[in-house]
């Protein structure tokens, strides 16, 4: 069946960096896109970045853009993102999805907290 593991994640200093990492099992990764959501106390989820499956062709919320960097390693079976010059405002829980013959499936997520 299809899993998706999130980790990486913890508490950072503004303008520390953290890698989160997804391994996926349970599909094709190598055909698969996959995105990266994130969802804050109160808010509702958005979508932070997306990588998909041909040429690894990307896509990025304004918010993050310039300072997250989305990946993939088809060998591992796993995605990351690579995110630099934090900001408090990052702070939620960060997810992976993928959708795997028009069902979208997503990990445990990971807590990522921004603060001095």
């Known amino acids: 069946q299809v899993q998706l593991v999130e980790s990486g994640g913890g508490l950072v200093q503004p303008g520390g960096s953290l890698r989160l990492s997804c391994a996926a099992s349970g599909f094709t990764f190598s055909r698969t896109a996959m995105t990266w959501y994130r969802q804050a106390p109160g808010t509702e989820r958005e979508l932070v970045a997306h990588?998909?499956?041909?040429?690894?062709?990307?896509n990025y919320a304004d918010s993050v853009k310039g300072r997250f960097t989305i990946s993939r390693d088809n060998a591992k079976n796993t995605v990351y993102l690579q995110m630099n010059s934090l900001k408090p405002e990052d702070t939620a829980v960060y997810y992976c999805?993928?959708?795997?013959?028009?069902?979208?499936?997503w990990g445990q997520g990971t807590q990522v907290t921004v603060s001095s």
């Open positions: 990588i998909f499956s041909v040429g690894s062709a990307t």
């Open positions: 999805s993928a959708n795997v013959f028009r069902i979208a499936y």
